[in-house]
Nanobody, 124 residues
Framework: QVQLVESGGGSVQAGGSLRLSCAAS????????MGWFRQAPGKEREGVAA???????TYYADSVKGRFTISRQGKSMMYLQMNSLEPEDTAIYYC??????????????????WGQGTQVTVSS
């Protein structure tokens, strides 16, 4: 079993920056993909970014390309650097991981480990 815990959320002014962290514990050896999802009030959860642990290939939602950067340290720590934040980025951000292949990086149902979420609020 893998446990994930997010941290680093908060409130910032538009144009500001935040860095989210995700600490993974348990048996993480088999994890092949780690990612970030977010859910705004009244909206469905959507993929933000992901990183494949074998290739280090990264993927981003169109809405955050050029502003967000995903990175990792082994399989025990993952980060999401968020720059030039916009009010539309306001959401609960979730750390996620999966140990099986199939589907797009952004398909929520393919991830089998989830953190509790951390709130990000951006004011204009």
């Amino acid at each position: 079993q893998v446990q994930l815990v997010e941290s680093g959320g908060g409130s910032v002014q538009a144009g500001g920056s935040l860095r989210l962290s995700c600490a993974a514990s348990g048996y993480t050896y088999s994890s092949n993909c780690m990612g970030w999802f977010r859910q705004a009030p009244g909206k469905e959860r959507e993929g933000v970014a992901a990183i494949y642990t074998r290739s280090d290939n990264t993927y981003y939602a169109d809405s955050v390309k050029g502003r967000f950067t995903i990175s990792r340290q082994g399989k025990s720590m993952m980060y999401l650097q968020m720059n030039s934040l916009e009010p539309e980025d306001t959401a609960i951000y979730y750390c996620a991981a999966r140990d099986r292949y199939g589907g797009s990086w952004s398909q929520e149902r393919t991830y089998n480990y989830w953190g509790q979420g951390t709130q990000v609020t951006v004011s204009s």
